[in-house]
């Protein structure tokens, strides 16, 4: 691993955005290498072995790159993959699950969180347990959103519109509590923001893509592995297009 390598992020689409844009903000002089796994999008209504299993392809094509470190850019795969990537690769990974639990046990402790994720995440029930094991002690509303991310990778703002009202409709009691926040569960639901504060004037989102930008910022300087030239770039993978390979890990408990 060279310094001046790139820094890959992989999520199943355009939910890797909303990283991006937090990681470049942090780290401005780095260059990113972006993948998107259209293939096997949506991650998160996925059954588990197969999230794993699009998460070994994905690093397996990566590692045949020039890359120093990785961001699972994915909640869902941050919460079912990453256990067992970490245990077989051994570059600096980064993924969305502890630094969003610790941006709630740090700035969010007694806070109302109304928890906006995948049916994948939900399933695997990982953040709340590690948020409240940080310091977290305030309320904690999952709240499926099974077809978000399929309807953002279409880029409709008339649906955008539709799932946020429907949302707002089904929990209007729920969102008339004091301390109510909004946490962005997946990456591509920032992507939504705009609609959701033009519906909801009055309470916070909280997107922690700038959480993971942070944490990726340390793991690099601990390591010595920041930049030592001013050259940024981005660079995409798109749609690659490789098949999952069939694994016998099962996820961690």
């Not at 806070?111 to 977290?136: K, M, N, Y």
């Not at 770039?233 to 098949?243: K, M, T």
Request: aromatic share 6%; with cysteine.
């Amino acid at each position: 691993m060279s310094r001046d390598g790139a820094i890959a992020l992989y999520d199943s689409g355009r939910g890797v955005e909303s990283v991006l844009s937090a990681c470049r903000s942090v780290l401005p002089n780095e260059k990113w290498l972006i993948l998107q796994d259209k293939l096997n999008q949506p991650y998160g209504t996925k059954c588990d072995q197969t999230i794993i299993n699009a998460g070994f392809s994905c690093f397996s094509h990566l590692m045949k790159q020039k890359i120093k470190a990785v961001v699972v850019a994915c909640h869902t795969s941050s919460a079912i993959a990453l256990p067992n990537l970490r245990k077989h690769f051994a570059l600096p990974i980064v993924g969305m699950l502890r630094p969003t639990a610790r941006l709630l046990a740090d700035q969010y402790t007694h806070d109302r969180i109304v928890w906006l994720a995948t049916p994948a995440s939900i399933h695997a029930d990982r953040l709340e347990p590690l948020a409240r094991q940080l310091g977290f002690s305030g309320e904690f509303h999952p709240i499926v959103c099974s077809e978000w991310a399929a309807c953002i990778e279409r880029g409709r703002v008339r649906d955008h519109k539709r799932l946020v009202k429907s949302f707002i409709d089904n929990h209007r009691s729920l969102l008339a509590h004091d301390r109510v926040k909004i946490l962005y569960g997946c990456t591509h639901y920032p992507l939504l923001d705009t609609t959701m504060r033009s519906m909801l004037v009055d309470i916070e989102t909280i997107n922690p893509a700038q959480a993971v930008a942070i944490e990726l910022h340390d793991a690099l300087l601990q390591r010595h592995m920041l930049s030592s030239e001013i050259q940024p770039s981005v660079s995409f993978l798109r749609n690659i297009g490789f098949p999952m390979r069939p694994r016998l890990v099962t996820t961690l408990g």
